[in-house]
Nanobody, 120 residues
Framework: QVHVAESGGGLVQPGGSLRLSCTVS????????MAWYRQAPGKRELVARI??????KYAPSAKGRFTISRDNTKNAAYLQMNSLELEDTAVYYC???????????????WGQGTQVIVSS
């Protein structure tokens, strides 16, 4: 059993910052990749990804403003969001597409999401 939980969302003014956290719990061996997606009306997009070694990829809209990181000792990933804009308003989801379970199976898991609202 694996559970993914996000936290850190909230209301912030344009230009402000938030840090989102994703924690993976349960019985597993390896999380190869962790990613943040966001869902806005009519649109879902990949925001950032990070692999086990720390190699990252960003959406063009996020690069330079957002930073994804992970702590393998805590089975956690983070998304530091700076210079937030109205367009960043969305529900942000943590995705772990490749989790190697103790059984040897590889599974894909999603969290329930955390809401980010950028408004003055």
């Amino acid at each position: 059993q694996v559970h993914v939980a996000e936290s850190g969302g909230g209301l912030v003014q344009p230009g402000g910052s938030l840090r989102l956290s994703c924690t993976v719990s349960g019985d597993f061996q390896i999380i190869y990749t962790m990613a943040w997606y966001r869902q806005a009306p009519g649109k879902r997009e990949l925001v950032a990804r990070i692999n086990y070694e720390g190699v990252t990829k960003y959406a063009p809209s996020a690069k330079g403003r957002f930073t994804i990181s992970r702590d393998n000792t805590k089975n956690a990933a983070y998304l530091q969001m700076n210079s937030l804009e109205l367009e960043d308003t969305a529900v942000y989801y943590c995705n772990v597409p490749r989790v190697v379970l103790n059984s040897g199976s590889t599974m894909d898991y999603w969290g329930q999401g955390t809401q980010v609202i950028v408004s003055s």
